[in-house]
């Protein structure tokens, strides 16, 4: 139980350090996907640096933050290193494929579905690795890949209002923040989109247990 400032035990830490913990924290992920996706020279380095993102948020979102939080980010990078390949690298690569349709279509009759594609595919990428924590990475990499991209189109089906609500607010953010203070987009950005992921996934999840649909 945390204290205030005169000694009084207190069920959370506050409002103000709460926020203070999360923006610290958010800005810590961030630089730490930017460290493991370099150690994976970029391209085998992106899927095992965003799982672990998304490990590293469900256990601050669960407050399970324990002494060695980011170090022990890194055993997890290479203990799941091989499972994140596996189910991640092709859909996040395909994001440069979504980003120059999304260039091309711009100002065309097109624009408009292409941008509603490509809100719907955000979606269940940001789902995708929030499912694969939140089932169980193992379980999860045992799985088929197209049983395995299923399920999270399943989770983002069952719980769409959620889902689309993150990826909405993802991108807005991330576009207001490119257009005023672009330097702060990677400090933030790859955290936030995580956490905004994670929880959408949780109250999808939460949706589907209630639903019978969780297996």
Same mark, same amino acid.
């Given at each position: 139980?945390?204290?205030?400032?005169?000694?009084?035990?207190?069920?959370?830490?506050?409002?103000?350090?709460?926020?203070? &913990?999360? +923006?610290?924290? @958010?800005?810590? !992920?961030? /630089?730490?996907?930017?460290?493991? %996706?370099? *150690?994976?020279?970029v $391209?085998?380095?992106?899927?095992?640096?965003?799982?672990?993102?998304?490990?590293?948020?469900?256990?601050g979102?669960?407050?399970?933050?324990?002494?060695?939080?980011?170090?022990?980010?890194?055993?997890?990078?290479?203990?799941h290193?091989?499972?994140?390949?596996?189910?991640?690298?092709?859909?996040?690569? &395909?994001? +440069?494929?979504? @980003?120059?349709? !999304?260039? /091309?279509?711009?100002?065309?009759? %097109?624009? *408009?579905?292409?941008? $509603?594609?490509?809100?719907?595919?955000?979606?269940?990428?940001?789902?995708?690795?929030?499912?694969?924590?939140?089932?169980?990475?193992?379980?999860?990499?045992?799985?088929?890949?197209?049983?395995?991209?299923?399920?999270?189109w399943?989770?983002?089906?069952?719980?769409?209002?959620?889902?689309?609500?993150?990826?909405? +607010?993802?991108?807005?953010?991330?576009?207001? /923040?490119?257009?005023?203070?672009? %330097?702060?987009v990677?400090?933030?950005?790859?955290?936030?989109?995580a956490?905004?992921?994670?929880?959408?996934?949780?109250?999808?999840?939460?949706?589907?247990?209630?639903?019978?649909?969780?297996?």
């Amino acid at each position: 139980m945390a204290t205030d400032g005169h000694g009084r035990g207190s069920s959370s830490p506050g409002l103000i350090g709460l926020v203070t &913990t999360w +923006v610290c924290r @958010l800005v810590a !992920l961030s /630089l730490m996907w930017f460290a493991q %996706v370099l *150690a994976g020279a970029v $391209v085998a380095g992106i899927a095992p640096a965003t799982l672990t993102l998304y490990h590293q948020v469900r256990l601050g979102l669960d407050d399970q933050v324990l002494p060695g939080y980011y170090r022990r980010s890194w055993l997890y990078w290479r203990r799941h290193f091989l499972a994140a390949q596996k189910h991640l690298l092709l859909p996040l690569v &395909t994001v +440069v494929v979504l @980003l120059f349709y !999304l260039r /091309l279509a711009a100002g065309t009759p %097109v624009a *408009a579905p292409v941008t $509603v594609v490509s809100a719907v595919y955000l979606a269940w990428l940001m789902m995708l690795p929030a499912w694969m924590i939140a089932d169980g990475v193992p379980h999860a990499g045992q799985m088929g890949v197209t049983t395995s991209w299923g399920r999270a189109w399943q989770l983002v089906a069952i719980g769409a209002l959620p889902c689309l609500v993150a990826a909405a +607010v993802a991108a807005g953010a991330t576009a207001l /923040l490119i257009w005023y203070v672009p %330097v702060v987009v990677p400090l933030v950005a790859p955290a936030g989109i995580a956490t905004l992921a994670s929880i959408a996934a949780q109250r999808a999840m939460e949706r589907a247990g209630r639903l019978g649909r969780t297996h």
